[in-house]
């Protein structure tokens, strides 16, 4: 079980062989599914304007980059348009700090401040990843103990408990 302390060297976090390969795997899954902004091959898109961009059709890319204007389409698209390109970067860049210090497996990993803050936002996207594919709700204990353990889901309830507990590591640790 992994394990999550504070100490003078940094933010200390343990995992176990087969920890770090899930979040490994979690966390590549995620930068493929951010993957490019559309319409980012215009000549405003070196300064992070999208030309074309709109809501998502994915649901999970919906709930990682949400409208910020309900009520108002033309605002949100725009607000999306100056927005998502760096939203998207920044989600890919916190991924791969992850993932860059997951490369040696069975050590400890030492973060500083700045680096368990960029893990608390990857493994956060993560976990609202699965929780849009698993339509988690208030009542998803419940939900995931009555489950089959043969049930395909039964996986994916597992992981997200445990990145929730990771993630809850990580916030004590820091706070």
Do not use: C, H
């Amino acid at each position: 079980m992994s394990n999550v302390k504070k100490t003078r060297k940094g933010v200390v976090v343990r995992l176990e062989p087969e920890e770090a390969a899930l979040v490994r795997a979690l966390m590549e899954q995620l930068v493929t599914l951010l993957g490019d902004v559309p319409g980012e091959d215009g000549e405003l898109a070196s300064v992070g304007i999208a030309e074309n961009a709109v809501k998502p059709d994915d649901p999970v890319l919906a709930r990682l980059f949400p409208d910020a204007y309900r009520e108002d389409g033309e605002a949100a698209g725009e607000f999306r348009r100056y927005t998502e390109m760096g939203l998207r970067d920044g989600k890919r860049e916190a991924a791969r700090t992850v993932l860059d210090a997951l490369k040696d497996p069975g050590s400890d990993i030492v973060l500083d401040q700045e680096q368990a803050q960029i893990w608390l936002r990857a493994l956060n996207d993560v976990r609202l990843a699965l929780g849009t594919r698993l339509d988690i709700s208030e009542e998803w204990y419940e939900e995931a103990e009555q489950l089959d353990p043969r049930d395909p889901r039964t996986p994916m309830f597992a992981a997200y408990d445990w990145l929730t507990m990771l993630q809850e590591g990580l916030v004590r640790a820091l706070w």
